[in-house]
């Protein structure tokens, strides 16, 4: 991944001519600004650019590689949106990837987004999948959720769910927040926090 660094004016200007040199839309890319200098005579505007092509061919070679040491070949389709990457793995070996309720694409992601953002000075937003699994995994974790809060209310008694991560407590939360009978609490500390789905007072 190369930085690029233009000068100019204003801001407008020095994107100009970043578009004109590198032959990019500005949809390309990533744009920061550096350094502002104004004195009485002169104003100028310095920018930091950077081409998202080049930072997607760089995560599809950071994911082949820690693939291939976990002895999986794969192939990658990516999808872009604005500051945004999608990477779905599909591999001979999707269950290593995945690791047990989902930890080694958890781990994977985390790692492609640490190594990535480090060298951009950037958040950029990765989100990493293996076959589709995290689209089943939500649908299941959606489906349970509101299932247990169909036999929280029948029963009239709370229901504390197993240990998930942070994204699967939020689907929870997400999926029974406008629910009529019951609301969901964290409770516990990492890695074991749990989701409770408790009854609502009565009016």
């Given at each position: 991944m190369n930085k690029y660094y233009y000068e100019g004016k204003t801001k407008e200007e020095a994107i100009k001519l970043a578009l004109q040199e590198l032959k990019l839309s500005e949809e390309d890319l990533i744009i920061?600004?550096?350094?502002?200098?104004?004195?009485?005579?002169?104003?100028s505007v310095k920018i930091e650019v950077l081409n998202i092509n080049e930072i997607i061919t760089f995560v599809k070679e950071l994911v082949s590689n820690i693939a291939k040491s976990m002895s999986s070949e794969v192939n990658l389709e990516v999808r872009r949106r604005e500051n945004s990457i999608s990477v779905t793995i599909f591999s001979d070996n999707n269950s290593i990837l995945i690791g047990k309720n989902g930890k080694n694409v958890t781990a994977l992601q985390y790692l492609v987004r640490q190594i990535v953002n480090s060298k951009l000075n950037n958040?950029?937003?990765?989100?990493?999948?293996?076959?589709?699994?995290?689209?089943?995994?939500?649908?299941?974790?959606?489906?349970?959720?509101?299932?247990?809060?169909?036999?929280?209310?029948?029963?009239?008694?709370?229901?504390?769910?197993?240990?998930?991560?942070?994204?699967?407590?939020?689907?929870?939360?997400?999926?029974?927040?406008?629910?009529?009978?019951?609301?969901?609490?964290?409770?516990?500390?990492?890695?074991?926090?749990?989701?409770?789905?408790?009854?609502?007072?009565e009016k």
């Amino acid at each position: 991944m190369n930085k690029y660094y233009y000068e100019g004016k204003t801001k407008e200007e020095a994107i100009k001519l970043a578009l004109q040199e590198l032959k990019l839309s500005e949809e390309d890319l990533i744009i920061n600004n550096v350094e502002e200098k104004s004195g009485l005579l002169k104003k100028s505007v310095k920018i930091e650019v950077l081409n998202i092509n080049e930072i997607i061919t760089f995560v599809k070679e950071l994911v082949s590689n820690i693939a291939k040491s976990m002895s999986s070949e794969v192939n990658l389709e990516v999808r872009r949106r604005e500051n945004s990457i999608s990477v779905t793995i599909f591999s001979d070996n999707n269950s290593i990837l995945i690791g047990k309720n989902g930890k080694n694409v958890t781990a994977l992601q985390y790692l492609v987004r640490q190594i990535v953002n480090s060298k951009l000075n950037n958040s950029l937003s990765i989100t990493l999948d293996v076959g589709n699994y995290k689209e089943k995994r939500a649908k299941s974790i959606e489906f349970l959720a509101k299932k247990l809060a169909r036999e929280a209310y029948k029963t009239k008694t709370e229901v504390t769910m197993d240990s998930m991560n942070s994204y699967e407590r939020r689907l929870v939360h997400e999926a029974l927040s406008k629910d009529k009978y019951v609301y969901t609490e964290s409770i516990g500390e990492e890695p074991n926090r749990k989701v409770v789905i408790k009854l609502k007072e009565e009016k």
